[in-house]
């Protein structure tokens, strides 16, 4: 499958917004599992947004929830990530992944998402 690609990363004060995008040259996300990560310095990757396409079902980990709010274009070729009120807490490598198609999941999570294909990431920095 093609890897996705990320961008709209940057540096931004507390506070301040973003909004990551993800596409795979124009592949359609049509009941697709796709997913936002993310991977500070010396912790883990996380798993933060993920959306079932299949049957619109999201999940939101609670250090996101509130903030940041995933969406998908008209065309369905491009997912994205709002991010409101950031914090430094909020820095990290940000990976948009793409998971399983025409498959419902319950419950579900990013845990559960069945990703198989990942972005390389877009840095987002924010200072304080």
């Known amino acids: 499958q093609l890897q996705p690609v990320e961008s709209g990363g940057g540096v931004v004060q507390s506070g301040g917004s973003l909004r990551l995008s993800c596409t795979a040259s124009?592949?359609?996300?049509?009941?697709?599992?796709i997913g936002w990560f993310r991977q500070a310095p010396g912790k883990a990757r996380e798993g933060i947004v993920c959306?079932?396409?299949?049957?619109?079902?999201?999940y939101y980990d609670d250090s996101v929830d509130g903030r940041f709010t995933i969406s998908r274009d008209v065309s369905k070729t491009a997912v994205y990530l709002q991010m409101n009120d950031l914090t430094p807490d909020d820095t990290a490598v940000y990976s948009c992944?793409?998971?399983?198609?025409?498959?419902?999941?319950?419950?579900?999570?990013?845990?559960?998402?069945?990703?198989?294909?990942w972005g390389q990431g877009t840095q987002v920095t924010v200072s304080s």
């Open positions: 992944a793409i998971g399983g198609r025409d498959n419902v999941i319950i419950p579900w999570n990013c845990e559960r998402g069945k990703f198989h294909t």
């Open positions: 124009g592949l359609s996300f049509d009941r697709t599992e």
């Open positions: 959306k079932n396409y299949a049957d619109n079902s999201v």
